[in-house]
């Protein structure tokens, strides 16, 4: 079960926006809007972020926003902070055997 | 507090077995999917398996099928994973998370370390 693509690193510094994309197929993010992303600080456990493509649960951040365009779905963290400094991971609900995938993870870097 | 704890991690030989245990507590568990992630150190998260609100269905990651058993105890608000013929490669900590809305895993355990290692 191949990994969704998504950049090793991304930086950006306090305030500025940035943006990590998660490409996969059209059995996975192409084909479903069950994309969600995760949070992991180092040592934590992840923590939900967005669902379904561009919806928060209560208690994220406004900064946090999502898209999707075709096979590729992306994050998007407006007004960089300190504490946004942590991996983050996308995942897809897909028609398979095995019926959720994992992006490979990205390490957010604030400068 | 919505809560999941997981245990029975540790230390086990190639080709031996283990079975993990995650205690929720804080919602109604009997209304949940349940599903096992792993992350192996350093790397990425991998989706091991769920199991639906009744235990009537069950799906598994290529990895582990044949391998690995989910089950539950929704009277113990509690899911189990029966590792078996463990491998190097299952090195990991293993999570239990919950299935929320939309196929998304929305509360997470801390997460439980599994070393197979002679």
């Known amino acids: 079960q191949s990994a969704l693509t998504q950049p090793a690193s991304v930086s950006g510094s306090p305030g500025q926006s940035i943006t990590i994309s998660c490409t996969g197929t059209s059995s996975d993010v192409g084909g479903y809007n069950y994309v969600s992303w995760y949070q992991q600080h180092p040592g934590k456990a992840p923590k939900l972020m967005l669902y379904?493509?561009?919806s928060r649960p209560s208690g994220v951040s406004n900064r946090f926003s999502g898209s999707k365009s075709g096979n590729t779905a992306s994050l998007t963290i407006s007004g960089l902070q300190a504490e946004d400094e942590a991996d983050y991971y996308c995942s897809s609900y897909r028609s398979s055997s095995t019926p959720y995938v994992f992006g490979t993870g990205t390490k957010v870097t604030v400068l | 507090e919505v809560q999941l704890v997981e245990s029975g991690g540790g230390l086990v030989q190639p080709g031996g077995s283990l079975r993990l245990s995650c205690a929720a507590s804080?919602?109604?568990?009997?209304?949940?999917?349940m599903n096992w992630v792993r992350q192996t150190p350093g790397k990425g998260l991998e989706w091991v398996a769920n199991i639906n609100q009744y235990g009537s269905e069950i799906n598994y990651a290529d990895s582990v099928r044949g391998r690995f058993t989910i089950s539950r105890d929704n009277a113990k608000n509690s899911v189990y994973l029966q590792t078996n013929s463990l491998r190097a490669e299952d090195t990991a900590v293993y999570y239990c998370a919950r299935g929320g809305v939309l196929h998304a895993f929305d509360i997470w355990g801390q997460g439980t370390m599994v070393t197979v290692s002679s």
């Open positions: 804080g919602f109604t568990f009997s209304g949940y999917w």
């Open positions: 379904e493509v561009n």
